[in-house]
């Protein structure tokens, strides 16, 4: 079955960077696109980036360009999420997803869903 | 951007009873909007995709219907499982900014 599991999140201080993975598992990596979502403690959800299955294509929130940088290892089936200058506004638990596309490849939402890391901004 | 709202904010409805949640668009999404589940601790649940199409696994009771800047996901005779937040999300931006709506939270009455 798929699993997606997340890890890296922790305690940091303001400005200071994490790295945060996602192993994959239960499908063939390599053929879909994947996402991160967050979401602040007792807050909604905000979409944060998102990666094509080649990995050669990548897009960010407005809230995060710059800062955040969202890669993949298809061979590792692995994703990352890289978050520097971090703000206590991006304390919140990061989910990767697996995106679910039509049959012409369009995303069409998030099919699956790892159960979170926090990351915690505090000084 | 496009900001989505959804209402009410929070819903109380007995088991049993139709639920009916509301999504609007700032600007038109087509058909390109999805809803989610979403129970304490847990992550999300893909329900709904394509306005109203239901994802795999999602019970019949659940019902999304729309399109343009107006959307609906209804839950006909609500179970006790029902009982979360539900989130909408459009996806009709190119490049993609998959915006959220705030969340409804439908509560036991």
């Known amino acids: 079955q798929v699993q997606l599991v997340e890890s890296g999140g922790g305690l940091v201080k303001p400005g200071g960077s994490l790295r945060l993975s996602c192993a994959a598992s239960?499908?063939?990596?390599?053929?879909?696109?994947m996402g991160w979502i967050r979401q602040a403690p007792g807050k909604g959800l905000e979409w944060v980036s998102y990666i094509s299955d080649s990995g050669n294509t990548r897009y960010y929130a407005d809230s995060v360009k710059g800062r955040f940088t969202i890669s993949r290892d298809n061979a590792k089936n692995s994703l990352y999420l890289q978050i520097n200058s971090l703000r206590a506004e991006d304390t919140a638990v990061y989910y990767c997803?697996?995106?679910?596309?039509?049959?012409?490849?369009?995303?069409?939402?998030?099919?699956?869903w790892g159960q979170g890391t926090l990351v915690t901004v505090s000084s | 951007e496009v900001v989505m709202a959804q209402s009410p904010a929070t819903l109380s409805v007995s088991p049993g009873e139709r639920a009916t949640l509301s999504c609007r668009a700032s600007?038109?999404?087509?058909?390109?909007l999805a809803w989610y589940q979403q129970k304490p601790g847990q992550a999300p649940r893909l329900l709904i995709y394509?306005?109203?199409t239901r994802a795999t696994g999602t019970p019949a009771r659940f019902t999304g219907s729309g399109s343009g800047t107006e959307f609906t996901l209804t839950i006909s005779s609500l179970q006790s499982e029902d009982f979360a937040v539900y989130y909408c999300?459009?996806?009709?931006?190119?490049?993609?900014?998959?915006?959220f709506g705030q969340g409804t939270k439908l509560e036991i009455k």
């Open positions: 394509g306005a109203s």
């Open positions: 997803a697996r995106a679910l596309e039509d049959s012409g490849g369009y995303y069409q939402g998030f099919e699956y």
């Open positions: 239960g499908f063939t990596f390599s053929d879909h696109y």
């Open positions: 999300q459009q996806y009709n931006n190119w490049p993609p900014m998959y915006t």
């Open positions: 600007q038109s999404v087509s058909s390109n």
